[in-house]
T-cell receptor, first 113, second 115 residues
Framework: GENVEQHPSTLSVQEGDSAVIKCTYS??????FPWYKQELGKGPQLIID?????GEKKDQRIAVTLNKTAKHFSLHITETQPEDSAVYFC????????????FGAGTRLTVKP | GAGVSQSPRYKVAKRGQDVALRCDPI?????LFWYQQALGQGPEFLTY????????KSGLPSDRFFAERPEGSVSTLKIQRTQQEDSAVYLC?????????????FGDGTRLSIL
């Protein structure tokens, strides 16, 4: 089955700096890669996703890149703000009616004002 | 609200008791997923429904776990004879289309504590 590894487990940045979180996956058949933000006491919230036919996707301060050959994808947050502080999860999933979305272990991002 | 709703938000039970956790998905969403999230970890897949059909229950940890979605909308996750290792946050997610490679919308979860 799919295995997703996420690094780093914790990340602290100064407000205004950029933050990068990286994930690797094991199953080359994976073709859907969402990123979730989870605040304390809340459920994961989808912030951006990318499919395997695209190498990069951007939404305002958030961007995701995908390298299918190396089987890794990354989340980039620019101009970080204190409200970006949360736990971020990457995930990978396979199409074709499969039901097994695998999540990374999460990255706790702290943005210092 | 229009999001996924879960109840109760918190549940405390004694070891050996049965519990039932409810999920109200977004109206019209075909797919419904249950996940278990241990402290400091990512969600782990438990089971998947497409409408009322439970197509995958491979992630259920034991036969004490049972899920249903009889009318293709509300779902209930039941845990019988609870054990301490069942303590976790149980998350429900729904998506408009079938399969797991579609955007999933999560509820805020039920935090289950077994004493």
């Amino acid at each position: 089955g799919e295995n997703v590894e996420q690094h780093p487990s914790t990340l602290s940045v100064q407000e205004g700096d950029s933050a990068v979180i990286k994930c690797t996956y094991s199953d080359s058949a994976s073709n859907y890669f969402p990123w979730y933000k989870q605040e304390l006491g809340k459920g994961p919230q989808l912030i951006i996703d990318i499919r395997s036919n695209v190498g990069e996707k951007k939404d305002q301060r958030i961007a995701v890149t995908l390298n299918k050959t190396a089987k890794h994808f990354s989340l980039h947050i620019t101009e970080t703000q204190p409200e970006d502080s949360a736990v971020y999860f990457c995930a990978a999933s396979i199409s074709g009616g499969m039901n097994d979305m695998r999540f990374g272990a999460g990255t706790r991002l702290t943005v210092k004002p | 609200g229009a999001g996924v709703s879960q109840s109760p938000r918190y549940k405390v039970a004694k070891r050996g008791q049965d519990v039932a956790l409810r999920c109200d998905p977004i109206s019209g969403h075909v797919s419904l997923f249950w996940y278990q999230q241990a402290l400091g970890q990512g969600p782990e897949f438990l089971t998947y429904f497409q409408n009322e059909a439970q197509l995958d229950k491979s992630g259920l940890p034991s036969d004490r776990f049972f899920a249903e979605r009889p009318e293709g909308s509300v779902s209930t996750l039941k845990i019988q004879r609870t054990q301490q290792e069942d303590s976790a946050v149980y998350l429900c997610a729904s998506s408009l289309a079938q399969g797991s490679n579609q955007p999933q919308h999560f509820g805020d979860g039920t935090r289950l504590s077994i004493l």
